[in-house]
């Protein structure tokens, strides 16, 4: 696996994935969707997102190696049936979805070179991982196991 994409833009003794591990056979995680859609773009980081409208905004400190690595990476969630019912309240709450949104929850295992994971909980979400995608990361890179649908049901 190679990280160019990932280390392009970053002071030098800046090493984003020094505490990300290999992924593990048959963890399964989160994305949140906007659209129920599945595409690339869905894995886009805050970082990718601005280089291509060409810039940074003023608040990512140039020269600070972790406020940069935290923009670097796509959130997921570590899912399981236990916390299913958690996953969906929060990504309810946290992204403001209405019965008029069409939203949906991505439930996915990461091919093994996908990229490299870290557990980075938050008082908010003890589940939350930060994943890094390795340069030939893709939609392909992924295996869906379901899309749960923010529908009134759920909400």
């Given at each position: 696996m190679t990280f160019n994409n990932l280390h392009q833009d970053v002071p030098q003794n800046c090493s984003c994935i020094e505490n990300a591990t290999i992924i593990k056979e048959n963890q399964i995680y989160t994305r949140f969707l906007k659209y129920p859609e599945i595409e690339s773009r869905y894995f886009e980081t805050h970082w990718e997102k601005w280089t291509k409208k060409g810039k940074i905004p003023t608040f990512v400190k140039q020269n600070d190696c972790a406020n940069i690595c935290l923009y670097k990476n796509a959130s997921v969630d570590n899912y399981t049936d236990e916390n299913r019912a958690w996953i969906i309240n929060y990504y309810l709450k946290q992204f403001?979805?209405?019965?008029?949104?069409?939203?949906?929850?991505?439930?996915?295992?990461?091919?093994?070179?996908?990229?490299?994971?870290?557990h980075t909980p938050s008082e908010k979400n003890p589940f939350h991982h930060?994943?890094?995608?390795?340069d030939e990361f893709s939609i392909d890179s992924i295996e869906i196991i379901e899309l749960i649908e923010l529908k009134n049901e759920n909400i």
């Open positions: 403001r979805v209405t019965q008029k949104d069409k939203n949906a929850i991505l439930v996915f295992q990461l091919k093994p070179k996908a990229g490299l994971i870290e930060s994943f890094f995608k390795e």
